[in-house]
């Protein structure tokens, strides 16, 4: 088993995939950005929390935001992304893991693949162990982190007949 929900992940020690991150561009209200199809296209800005659209100068839009298309992050080649793995509370201690991905083409997404190896890199737990996680983009900007929303999680449990 392998998911992601949420921004929790989810899986069974020994387990592998793939995580595929896209970042969306935000303001600095953290509302996401949004374009229609028009030449030139028209901005718009959505506040997820209060789930409501604004247009470009921040008037209530009555635009529906399912014809629109949210803008992302376009990756470069040379771009670095690092996934570090915490110990649940352990942001103040060194990671216990860290997967490091450098982009080669030019992608609005990037693929952050997990090995077996990466899924038991801990010491075997008869239960559910919870890790923390985040997600960096060129050394200095943190893309995903512990926020408002709390912790992201990653959540491993034991595989059945995990002898190593």
């Known amino acids: 088993m392998f998911r992601t ?7 069974s020690r020994g387990d592998s995939g793939t995580i595929v991150l896209t970042i ?5 209200n953290n509302y996401i950005k949004y374009t ?15 789930k409501v659209l604004y247009d470009s100068d921040y008037i209530e ?3 529906s935001i399912n014809t629109l298309t949210m803008v992302v992050y376009e990756f470069q080649p040379g771009d670095i992304i690092e996934f570090k793995i915490y110990e649940r509370n352990g942001y103040n201690k ?12 030019a ?12 899924t038991t890199f801990a010491k075997i737990e008869n239960r559910e162990t919870v890790y923390w ?11 995903v982190c ?17 002898g190593e």
Do not use: F, H, R
């Open 107 to 118: 992608s609005t997404s990037i693929d952050i693949p997990l090995t077996k190896a990466d």
């Open 146 to 162: 512990y926020n408002e929303d709390g912790a992201k999680e990653m959540i491993i449990y034991p595989a059945k007949g995990d």
């Open 61 to 63: 839009s009555s635009v």
């Open 133 to 143: 996680y985040d997600i960096t983009l060129n050394e200095d900007s943190t893309v």
């Open 36 to 50: 229609d199809n028009n030449t030139p296209a028209n901005i718009y800005w959505y506040d997820m929390e209060n």
């Open 94 to 105: 060194a990671p216990l893991k860290t997967i490091a991905i450098t982009a080669d083409v």
């Open 5 to 11: 929900v949420n921004n929790t992940i989810q899986c």
């Open 24 to 28: 969306p561009i935000v303001d600095k």
